[in-house]
């Protein structure tokens, strides 16, 4: 057999580098899983497109991997022949064995004394071996495709603002260049902690949802149609809206929610415009853009439009208002009783940092690879935090993601809960403990984490951490939080995606190119809405009667992010329209840090005083 193995392998273009060890093992695989040899060079084949292996040479090295695949193929095909199945793992033998001396008196009972000593042999912060579950022999490492990538801590986009005199970092070196050692650890002061701010304003850990009425969605989209209204009319800059669906000849002005016509994508031909209950009692005229050279609209959109409608059925746009004008008091009117301030009182004050000034690392999960759970780019992105320093770490959802295939399937023999507290909050209570009392962590979950709760907006992770409380913190999602003074808006929900793929669009013949990346993100400040999607996609279960306030932007965050699956970006918003002037805003989406079986990326972000001078770099994991 073990020359038909040869055989079959050779027919595959495949070449064997230990021959006889690799044959040997190829042979037992054979008899335990009762494949032929074809077979088995079949799987090999599947293992080796899956992993992106290089050349067609079969190591030793992969072998406890390829036997990980073998299993994984054979306990799908018994899953599915038979249901009601327990797959038991290596960790349930160790249980039972740990737990010997608790099983001798008979006596029914939960084993207690050495759970959490399993767990945390299982998930050691150190490279995890497999070994002891492929082989009951010498362990050995476990090569995954992300354990075996060439390209490390890679500088995919980089953008400098900050003045050469202001520069303390150097320069991010060119896309595909690899970060220095050297300059990575060439830190010797401590940095300065940084002070923390949250705005409380989403909904509570435990709250009750899926309670949701129409009345309370009809409610939410008129308060936000009688907001925009407000502001347009207070900016001086427009009259007082009128009805749209009344005939008139003359010209006017109208405010109300873009919508579709019917089911389906919105386009050129099903624009409506509902009108507030004050103006028009919620009814809806069909509006027609055509006169415009340039547009952007999407389905829950706030906008203001001047045109004429002589027949009473459409209104014929002359002009169209996106954006509402932000006053500088908008800030003054957060409730300040809704302001957590974290360890305010027992900062050292020869710790505290300049004002303005904020170093952060912003990573956007999922934070382990597909192919397992043993959360690999999260290991090196610590690794990476610790090196450079940053005075906070954001991480935002998922977490324990509920798209993973292991978490899809129910392959996997821990809660949800476990797997948050050993595989997440351990390694960031070491990385705390590590870096000491000047290093933040602030967590935003996900509607995808499988451990939260499924609603948006969603409440806070509610964590314990003890004595590191003033250290790791976590955020409501979307949520705004303060550090140095420096305003940052967090969002989860994939909005830039989802609005992408509503919007309908015209840009003009002549005009300047627009960068659609910009154009989305800036839907999010013109609405002054963390989500202003609606009906909001199938994937968020979007409850407007928790806490409608949360979904809020009321004020223009100094950074805004918005991890999304598409392409990573860094934009400066200037976020000007027909007189009416923002505040620049930096909106960032540093992509994921993990894809597939390989690395994503994560954002390192320096701001130095304002959106002007900014150090940005996205490096691929």
Known sequence: MEEEIKSEFRNSRFVLQEEEEILNKCLTFCINYNLSP??????????????????PIVQNAEMDGFLLHLQNVKKEDVLKEETGLHSYSIRDVEMILNNDDETKDNTPGTPTGHHQDIYSIAHDTTPLSYGGALSYGKPSTLVTPFSKRIDKCVVKFSINTIPDEENGKQEPKHENAEIDEDDVIRRVIPPKRCSMLIHESGPKSGCRFMYDRTEDKI????????????????????????????ASQRSIFAVGMICCDGEGRLNDKSIMLQSSAEYSGGECVRLDLQRLSHFSVFPGQVVGIEGHNPSGHCLVASKLVDSIPTSGADDENLNSAKRQAIDKENQPTGLICKQRELSMIIAAGPFTTTDNLLFEPLVELLAYAKRRQPQLLVLL???????????????????FDDMFHFDIMRKLEDYVECMGSSARVLLVPSIRDANHDYVFPQPAFDINVGDLKSQIASLTNPGIFEANEVKVGCCTADIIKQISGEEISRTAADGKPIDRMSRLANHIINQQSFYPLYPPAESVPLDLSLAPEALQLSLVPDVLILPSDIKYFVKVLNGESEGINHMKCIAVNPGRLSKGEGGGTFLEL????????????????
Request: aromatic share 8%; glycine share 8%.
């Open 219 to 246: 409610n939410a989209m008129e308060n936000r149609i009688r907001k925009h209204t407000r502001a347009l009319v207070a900016s001086g800059l427009y009259e007082e809206p009128t009805d749209p669906t009344i």
């Open 397 to 415: 959802g998922p977490f324990v993601d509920t798209e993973h295939p292991d978490i899809k399937k129910g392959t996997t023999d821990r809660t």
């Open 606 to 621: 320096d701001f130095n005083g304002g959106s002007d001078k900014i150090r940005a770099s996205i490096v691929g994991i």
């Open 38 to 55: 074809s077979d088995l060079v079949s799987n090999w084949e599947a293992y080796y497109l899956n992993r992106l292996l290089n050349e």
